[in-house]
């Protein structure tokens, strides 16, 4: 999901002064990837996020820690741009290679792979035409990659966003983009020489809607993975955000209801926080209240998405209290951190000063459980778990919630001056044991 100020953010680590191999594992069947963020096929998810440009380097570089036994392993770095091997294009000013990042094993060979974005990207004469790179995973990880080629209309900021899952239930995972304020459907399976499934583009014709963001998962139980979009609907030239709910069908995805927003949502999250076979869509709204933030909770049925709740620092049990450009829900992450069974959800609020340092950060996160999430099950983990205390660090900026070390307990990824993963407990996620991400400096993997 991408965040529209993940920039700013970047601009304040560089201002801080930072500049933002493989074991051999045993080798993988050739069917779909039992992970969507297992690269080299090893039964252990792997991690990749935005990194440091080398001296030298000005477009872009996605970093890979690959999983083990024993969690991730951060003492080595897979480091990719588009100068590495394989890869199309070159590294050039204005570009923004890992802007957006996600993954799937989109050739079906027992390896997942991972799609980056570039929506800056020049394309001879065309600028801020945009890419998106498929780079494939394989025994030895990640190696080469195949441009996904645009629809006519998609150009314009191409690979703005993107989201995987299997839409239309046939076991080959898909693809959507974000390009040309449009969002595009790329039906699997993919190949390394560039050919895909039909292609469709997901729009309310004629209704004034733009999009900007997207999230996948799993809505109204029917095992096929729906979508959720992002955006803005024009009436005249009045603004409404909404998001959209689009449910997984054998044709690809069908039309459902929107749910109107305070502001515009920038990050999105679905996970089944009651436990009642359903995925709740969680959309975090941290420009609503002048900056103080929100995160709406749109809940699942049999039908799709349908009633909604709101939560903000106001809400009763939530730490702290609401303030300007705060922004709350500026990220949000949602998988079960303590192996109950429930999904729980991570929040993150990036700007929240803490005891007179400004802009600290810190993440809430809410235990789901009977009845779904609730204040009351509510915790806050502080910036000071990096083991220090700094202003600017925007802890929490952008977040992510994976078992990474397959002890059934998901683990927490928080973005800020430095990258860190939370083991994942029967409690809280814990900084005991906590892996550093090495060059952190951009935004997790979806």
Same mark, same amino acid.
Do not use: C
């Given at each position: 999901?991408?965040?529209?100020?993940?920039a700013?953010?970047?601009?304040t680590?560089l201002?801080?002064?930072?500049?933002?191999l493989?074991?051999?594992?045993?080798?993988?069947?050739?069917?779909?990837?039992?992970?969507?963020?297992?690269?080299?096929?090893?039964?252990?998810?792997?991690?990749?996020?935005?990194?440091?440009?080398e001296?030298?380097?000005?477009?872009?570089?996605?970093?890979?820690?690959?999983?083990t036994?024993?969690?991730?392993?951060?003492s080595r770095?897979?480091?990719?741009?588009?100068?590495?091997p394989?890869?199309?294009?070159?590294?050039?000013?204005?570009?923004l290679?890992?802007?957006?990042?996600?993954?799937?094993?989109?050739n079906?060979d027992?390896?997942?792979?991972?799609v980056?974005?570039n929506?800056?990207?020049?394309v001879g004469?065309?600028?801020?035409?945009?890419?998106v790179?498929?780079?494939?995973?394989?025994?030895?990880?990640?190696?080469?990659?195949?441009?996904v080629?645009?629809?006519?209309?998609?150009?314009?900021?191409?690979?703005?966003? $993107? /989201?995987t &899952?299997?839409?239309? *239930? +046939? @076991?080959?995972? !898909? =693809?959507? #983009?974000? %390009?040309?304020?449009e969002?595009?459907?790329?039906?699997?399976?993919?190949?390394?020489?560039?050919?895909?499934?039909?292609?469709s583009?997901?729009?309310?014709?004629g209704?004034g809607?733009?999009?900007h963001? $997207? /999230?996948? &998962?799993?809505v109204d *139980? +029917? @095992?096929?993975? !729906? =979508?959720? #979009?992002? %955006?803005?609907?024009?009436?005249g030239?009045?603004?409404?955000?909404?998001?959209?709910?689009?449910?997984?069908?054998?044709g690809?995805?069908?039309?459902g209801t929107?749910l109107?927003?305070?502001s515009?949502?920038?990050?999105?999250?679905?996970?089944?926080f +009651?436990?009642?076979?359903?995925?709740?869509?969680a959309?975090?709204?941290?420009?609503r209240?002048?900056?103080s933030?929100?995160?709406?909770?749109?809940?699942?049925?049999?039908?799709?998405?349908?009633a909604?709740t709101?939560?903000?620092q106001?809400?009763?049990?939530?730490?702290?209290?609401?303030?300007?450009? +705060?922004?709350?829900g500026?990220?949000?992450?949602?998988?079960?951190?303590n192996?109950?069974?429930?999904?729980?959800l991570?929040?993150?609020?990036?700007h929240e000063?803490?005891?007179?340092?400004?802009?600290q950060?810190?993440v809430?996160l809410?235990?789901?459980?009977?009845?779904?999430?609730?204040?009351?099950?509510?915790?806050?983990?502080?910036?000071?778990?990096?083991?220090?205390?700094?202003?600017?660090?925007?802890?929490?900026?952008?977040?992510h919630?994976?078992?990474?070390?397959?002890?059934?307990?998901?683990?927490?990824?928080?973005?800020?001056?430095?990258?860190l993963v939370l083991?994942?407990?029967?409690?809280?996620?814990?900084?005991?044991?906590a892996?550093?991400?090495?060059e952190?400096?951009?935004?997790f993997?979806?």
């Open positions: 999901m991408r965040r529209p100020t993940t700013a953010l970047a601009a680590l201002a801080s002064g930072l500049t933002p493989l074991a051999i594992p045993t080798p993988a069947s050739a069917a779909v990837a039992k992970h969507y963020d297992d690269f080299n096929g090893d039964g252990y998810r792997d991690i990749a996020y935005g990194g440091y440009n001296d030298g380097r000005v477009g872009g570089t996605v970093n890979v820690v690959y999983g036994a024993g969690g991730l392993d951060s770095i897979q480091r990719i741009h588009q100068d590495s394989g890869v199309p294009g070159s590294d050039e000013e204005d570009d290679f890992g802007e957006s990042l996600a993954s799937a094993d989109l079906k027992g390896y997942a792979d991972l980056v974005g929506s800056t990207e020049h004469s065309a600028r801020y035409r945009g890419t790179t498929i780079v494939w995973g394989s025994r030895s990880g990640l190696s080469g990659g195949t441009n080629t645009p629809k006519t209309g998609s150009s314009g900021h191409f690979g703005r966003d $993107l /989201a &899952g299997d839409f239309n *239930g +046939d @076991g080959s995972p !898909d =693809l959507a #983009v974000i %390009g040309g304020e969002a595009w459907l790329y039906r699997g399976p993919f190949t390394t020489s560039g050919s895909t499934g039909t292609v583009k997901i729009d309310k014709t209704a809607w733009y999009s963001g $997207l /999230a996948a &998962g799993k *139980g +029917d @095992g096929k993975t !729906d =979508l959720v #979009v992002l %955006g803005t609907q024009f009436s030239d009045d603004p409404t955000p909404r998001a959209w709910f689009l449910k997984g069908a054998s690809g995805l069908t039309s929107s109107t927003l305070g515009d949502a920038t990050s999105a999250a679905i996970g089944d +009651d436990k009642n076979g359903y995925g709740d869509i959309l975090g709204t941290p420009d209240g002048t900056g933030g929100a995160v709406t909770l749109w809940r699942g049925t049999a039908s799709g998405p349908s909604s709101t939560f903000t106001a809400t009763s049990g939530v730490s702290g209290t609401p303030e300007n450009d +705060d922004n709350f500026y990220a949000v992450s949602a998988a079960d951190t192996g109950d069974g429930y999904a729980d991570a929040a993150g609020v990036p000063d803490v005891d007179g340092t400004e802009d950060g810190g809430h809410f235990r789901g459980g009977s009845g779904g999430l609730s204040g009351a099950r509510s915790s806050w983990i502080p910036q000071t778990v990096t083991g220090t205390d700094g202003s600017y660090d925007g802890f929490g900026y952008t977040l919630l994976r078992d990474l070390n397959a002890d059934g307990k998901a683990d927490l990824g928080v973005g800020s001056r430095v990258g083991r994942g407990t029967t409690g809280t996620p814990t900084a005991t044991g892996t550093q991400l090495p952190f400096g951009g935004v993997a979806d």
